[in-house]
């Protein structure tokens, strides 16, 4: 069983200044937790893990040159992400920021769902996310079935306790994303047994779920 699509470019900006600072955190892709390397420009940092992939970036005092809003997880302006351009340029950096504005949370539609052949807990689904993208995802939960409407965390969301989601491979599976529980959402309302949040039928495929 194969995903049409893995998931594409993924970029999670996150700014926390009163745990963190006045730094812009940008995380392009998973190091794995390998040994990094950090490369530091003036008020720009570049981090590459072990094989040299660029995995993040750091932008310092980052209030001088942008009002960032909100907390955690955040979303910035076309204009915003020219001006992280603009500063990895200034400094000397040859690579730029590439604009991505697709929700990373969203509904999905589990089309197929499938035992596990080497788990007795785990299913292999094919969970469509939008009209065009399907996503290979291995979940756990026991109330997971084919024909629900259902969160999914695509490969690049940031979950709200800070959670980052990317692809992997679950007892030799690769997993593209997360079928995500209320819980996993922090909505006020969620069941404390376990299972999947399952959402009514009339939710829309594709679109960005908010709590």
Not at 54 to 69: A, C, P
Not at 149 to 164: E, I, L, R, S, Y
Not at 176 to 185: Q, R
Request: glycine share 10%; hydrophobic share 40%.
């Amino acid at each position: 069983m194969t995903a049409n699509n893995k998931g594409g470019k993924n970029m999670i900006f996150a700014y926390n200044k009163a745990h963190v600072g006045d730094t812009l955190m940008v995380i392009a892709a998973d190091d794995k937790g390998t040994k990094n390397t950090v490369i530091r420009k003036g008020n720009v940092a570049q981090i590459k893990d072990a094989t040299g992939q660029i995995v993040g970036w750091n932008f310092f005092h980052i209030s001088d040159k942008l009002t960032i809003q909100g907390n955690g997880q955040v979303k910035l302006t076309k204009v915003q992400i020219a001006q992280l351009n603009q500063l990895i340029k200034e400094v000397g950096f040859e690579e730029t920021l590439v604009e991505e504005n697709e929700p990373k949370i969203v509904v999905g539609y589990v089309k197929t769902c499938v035992a596990h052949p080497d788990s007795d807990h785990l299913s292999i689904t094919e969970t469509q996310v939008s009209d065009t993208e399907v996503l290979q995802i291995v979940c756990g939960a026991p109330n997971i079935e084919a024909g629900q409407k259902v969160v999914v965390a695509k490969p690049g969301a940031m979950m709200p306790d800070g959670t980052m989601i990317w692809p992997g491979t679950l007892r030799g599976v690769e997993s593209y994303g997360m079928i995500c529980s209320a819980k996993e959402l922090q909505l006020p309302d969620a069941l404390k047994k376990k299972g999947i949040l399952v959402l009514p039928e009339d939710a829309v495929i594709g679109k960005a779920f908010f709590k």
